[in-house]
């Protein structure tokens, strides 16, 4: 949950502070004023993060009551954890191309596309991982420049363009596979990505840092807009919101350090490699997204293209760099896939993989009409929808209930989505 | 045209056109326009549907490039390809529609597309305190907040923000499209007061307006397009609103305007 400001739809309240001329301060550096800020917002339709985190309480707390035996278990949680990684990788890829205002049916096979070429070269061509690991986020790059260019270039529909390449990435893949075959990943490197964890100290080293960075950063904001006489929230809501991050960061950290084992004798903690990795690059793309130039452009063109371009903005450059990105993120995240069931086959990120990731970004709170999202959203999405996954999984549902209980969430994250813009066409948020 | 652009008391202007035609396909849009606007001034640019209006705006903030004429810059001439080379020379256009990103706060559309930067950090210290002082020099006290996002704002403030947007660039000309069109009687008035404080701080505005009630009350010079040509580019205080209205609807009044013969072969 990587915190950070600027763009809109900023956490609770995001209001000014006394200054000349422009009142609504004084009221909302106070905490009432940033709780009734906050209560505006969502009443005008923006939800932020609210419905994934509800999401993420209400199904917890049902799995937990049908499968008390199972579900909070630290192995479970383990896995579901895990299950999550490889949906908000992709869905963390989308989160860009859906501020855009645009689509990538994509996504998903490319995914399978770069599984592919990273196992066939370590397994047919003995290449190092490092290398394969490198050439297949290449691959995914160049099929984002090409999709890219399709789309922002020529001007075709993203839906049509990448509707096609959804079609001709998965002959590719059969093709590097072969009909029907199996490529099995047996490196220990890929493989122990999401297979085996950092020792328990290193997992509590890495949960402070990111604790104390995170407070760290969030203070001095705090302290450097409070003595320029900045717009910026109360203290006490900064504080709340880095005991927050503290409690997840800990709490989680704590329960992958408990033996998880099903045989007491055998010892299985840590916290999976894979769970770093999503959280270097929820960090890395956040800052992208929310302090640089690139980022303020990819809203600005969501928002209003045409008014982003007699900015001079390059409104199609950022377009082209937007698909390159999501597209090396479906590399990533098909990685990670691969490395799960440490094997690639002709279906890889096919099937649900997209709409699985599609559905993550927009439960999490961003906008299929474009202009409003953050990276986090993956994140809180991709957890919901792994919940989903791992609860039906362990209840034991049959498979077409499966269907249609994850569609029937994914619609009722669209519903809210839709009815939130309207409400904010409405109230004028 | 030479006689107009020595006239006294006036000084260079900040933005002159010599015979600028501009054509999209077989329909020519604008036909030997020339065009005058003061520093300190505000230059009415009025006409009717389709005269060429917004053509003329564009072309000279480089959306549309013009196909021949001259545009004399503060009596230097130059060629504006692009809107960045607009920009560079001091020329800011606010749109009738606005250009703003509803989903941006105020802060972040002022610097659209011209973000400070501490290293590759977009530097929001400087740039909010940058739009604070530009709001408030420009006495603009209807915001609730520099940070609150567009979408928010009413149509006046939107209009508002659009024009300080152009003012943070130490823009010396500033072309304003239609700035009262949608707006109701206490934001039109708030909208007229920004714009002779623009011009009272130094700006050229030209400013496009059907309203004559409005460039009545605001301009110090008139200029009538009328089917793609200049019928008039002259003070204010040398016409009526009924010789106005003349100009816009036949491109002629009294001893102004388009001779009777190139307005019936403008098609008439």
Redesign the interface.
Known sequence: MASS????AADLA???AP???????AS?STLGGAVSGYLDKVR?GDLGALPAVAGIVVLGVLFTILRSQTFLKPLNITNLLVQAVAISLLAMGLVFVLLLGEIDLSAGVVSGVCAAVMAVTMARHDVPWYWAVLFAAATGAAIGLFTGVLVAVIRIPSFVVTLALFLGWQGVTLKLIGQGGTVPVRDPVVVGLTNSSMSVVWGWILAVVVVVLYAALQLNRWR??RT?G??SQPLIVVVLRIVVIAVIALGITAVLNVNRALNPNFQLVGIPWAIPVVVVLLLALTFLLN???FG??V??V???S????????NVTRVRVLVFVLSSAMAAISGIAAASRLSSVDASSGGGNTLLYAVGAAVIGGTSLFG??GRVRDAVLGGLVIAIIANGLGLLQVAAYLNFIITGAVLLLAASVDALARRR?AAT?? | MSALSTRPGEGIPTLELRGVNKSFGAVQVLRDVNLLAYPGKVTALVGDNGAGKSTLIKAI?G?HPIDSGEILFEGQPVSIGG??DA?ALGIE?V?Q?????????VV?NMF????R?NG???D??SM??AA?DT??RLS??T???????V????GGQRQTVAIAKAVLWESKLVILDEPTAALGVAQTRQVLDLVRRLADTGHCVVFISHNMIDVFEVADRVAALYLGRMAADVPITDVDLTRVVELITAGRSGDLGIESATVAEAGV
Do not use: M, W
Request: hydrophobic content about 30%; aromatic content about 4%.
């Open positions: 400001t600027t763009p809109p995001e209001i000014p200054q000349s001329g422009f009142e609504g301060d909302a005008g450097v807009q320029r900045l717009a302090k640089t130039s303020r452009h809203y600005a969501g928002g209003n045409e008014a982003s371009r007699r900015a001079g903005i202009g409003r904010g004028g948020h | 903030a959306i809107p960045r920009a256009v749109y529609d606005l250009a703003l990103c509803d989903n941006l706060d972040q659209l597309g011209r973000e930067h590759v950090i977009l929001e210290v909010e305190q604070r709001l408030t603009v006290r915001l609730k907040s520099v940070r609150q996002p979408s928010s704002l009413s």
